[in-house]
């Protein structure tokens, strides 16, 4: 049987101000909330389930530290989102040791024409796409999700992982390339994503 129950908190906002107020009941409800979609973000940062779990956890223990600094509780989903996204970040700041945005393409190109590839990303079944940018080197697979899936600018993702917007960018076409050819890899080309056949 489930203890708590939202009747407790008669919206979001009194869910928030709970946990400002470090109640444990409001903590819980937050926490289930939330942990099933964080942990979705968690995942595709991460290289495995584990890791993603590890992530969760740290994020976790920073929001309930930092969620005093929400001034507008009806702001929250994207501040917690915020929070785990650079907790995952910095999580492999720590574990690779500044390996990140240092991995190489491999040497073969990549022949699907890549000016449409953001087209062809978009078209793509969400867990197929999912599951290949696991697959990619931390740095380029940290940049994927920051501007592609979760919709940071090249401005915000230099000041978060402190370089220039201008490696953003490269290190978003080097990590699109290889995603391409790592479709290419797996049998996926053009014509069967657009429905065109040459």
């Known amino acids: ?23 444990r009941r409001a903590q819980n409800i937050f926490y ?12 595709r940062y991460a290289k495995t389930e584990a890791e993603a779990d590890d ?3 740290e994020a976790f223990i920073k929001i309930f530290k930092s969620i005093q600094q929400v001034s507008q509780p009806e702001m929250v989903d994207k501040w917690v989102k915020s929070v785990v996204v650079r907790t995952a970040i910095n ?29 062809i990303i978009e078209q793509l079944d969400t867990a197929l796409l ?27 993702i230099a000041q978060i992982l402190s370089v220039t917007e201008g490696t953003s960018k490269s290190q978003l ?10 479709l290419q890899d797996i049998g ?6 657009t429905g065109r056949r040459s």
């Not at 289930?32 to 995942?43: A, H, M, Q």
């Not at 190489?104 to 190109?109: D, G």
């Not at 996926?188 to 994503?193: G, K, L, P, V």
Request: charged share 25%; glycine share 4%; aromatic share 8%.
């Open 1 to 23: 049987m489930r203890l708590f129950k939202w009747r407790h908190y008669a919206s979001l906002t009194e869910l928030v101000e709970g946990c400002q107020r470090q109640e």
């Open 32 to 43: 289930d909330r939330y942990k099933n979609s964080l942990k979705g973000v968690c995942i």
């Open 55 to 57: 992530i969760l956890q």
């Open 91 to 119: 999580y492999y700041h720590r574990i690779t040791k500044k390996e990140l945005l240092h991995s190489s393409i491999e040497s073969s190109e990549a022949t699907m024409d890549v000016s449409n590839s953001f087209r």
């Open 130 to 156: 999912l599951s290949v940018i696991s697959s990619l080197p931390d740095g380029y697979r940290t940049i994927i999700n920051m501007h592609l899936i979760d919709g940071y600018s090249h401005a915000e």
């Open 173 to 182: 076409n080097r990590g699109r390339t290889l995603l391409i050819k790592k």
């Open 188 to 193: 996926i080309e053009s014509h069967e994503i």
